[in-house]
């Protein structure tokens, strides 16, 4: 079993950043490939980056490539979020996401979820 705790999200200006974390408790978080998903208001959910269990190789949206950057740190069990160039379009929950045996890109994979964490942007 594994739970995962977000924390980071807030609002923010057209422009700005923000870093995201996932706290993970539980074992072997080493053996999870952890991602951020997200659901903007009146949408579904949505992939947003990934990254593997241990040699770190990273997934992106297109919406997000070079300007979200995801990382983990297996010391602490947690996996970070950094967004930077910020945009209205990025206003939404973001939810943390843990697989055990495929990386998490799509909701299917995905085998725990946070409870969210609120992320908004103004113009």
């Known amino acids: 079993q594994v739970q995962l705790v977000e924390s980071g999200g807030g609002l923010v200006q057209a422009g700005g950043s923000l870093r995201l974390s996932c706290a993970a408790s539980?074992?072997?978080?080493?053996?999870?490939?952890m991602g951020w998903f997200r659901q903007a208001p009146g949408k579904g959910r949505e992939f947003v980056a990934a990254?593997?269990?241990?040699?770190?190789?990273?997934y992106y949206a297109n919406s997000v490539k070079g300007r979200f950057t995801i990382s983990r740190d297996n010391a602490r069990n947690t996996v970070y979020l950094q967004m930077n160039s910020l945009n209205p379009e990025d206003t939404a929950v973001f939810y943390c996401?843990?697989?055990?045996?495929?990386?998490?890109?799509?909701?299917?994979?995905?085998?725990?979820w946070g409870q969210g964490t609120q992320v908004t942007v103004s113009p």
């Open positions: 539980g074992r072997f978080f080493s053996n999870y490939a």
């Open positions: 996401a843990a697989a055990g045996k495929k990386i998490p890109t799509t909701e299917n994979r995905v085998d725990y």
């Open positions: 990254i593997s269990w241990s040699y770190g190789n990273t």
